[in-house]
Nanobody, 119 residues
Framework: QVQLVESGGGLVQPGGSLRLSCVAS????????MGWYRQAPGKERELVARITSGGSTNYADSVKGRFTISRDNAKNTVYLQMNFLKPEDTAVYYC?????????????WGQGTQVTVSS
């Protein structure tokens, strides 16, 4: 099994910054990509940022230039640096790992961490 544990969420004022971390552990045989998704109340879960094992990244248009995803492959850890936060960034942020354990390639999810941007 694969476990993903997120940390770093919280309450921040508009214009502020937060850094999310996600550590993957367990029987991880290979990792194709890790990333962050978010889900706001009443909305569908959406991709925020994703990074492949080779280092390629992609971002949602709404966060380009403000958020930066990075990864420590040796530690199976992914980070999301969020700057210039806006109230519309408020959501539960979920860590995602797309890879292989004792099963074919599949998605694994963390439990989520709340990010609230409010004055």
């Amino acid at each position: 099994q694969v476990q993903l544990v997120e940390s770093g969420g919280g309450l921040v004022q508009p214009g502020g910054s937060l850094r999310l971390s996600c550590v993957a552990s367990g029987s991880i045989h290979s990792v194709n990509a890790m990333g962050w998704y978010r889900q706001a109340p009443g909305k569908e879960r959406e991709l925020v940022a994703r990074i492949t094992s080779g280092g390629s990244t992609n971002y949602a248009d709404s966060v380009k230039g403000r958020f930066t995803i990075s990864r420590d492959n040796a530690k199976n850890t992914v980070y999301l640096q969020m700057n210039f936060l806006k109230p519309e960034d408020t959501a539960v942020y979920y860590c995602n790992l797309y890879g292989r354990s004792w099963s074919p390639l599949r998605d694994y999810w963390g439990q989520g961490t709340q990010v609230t941007v409010s004055s």
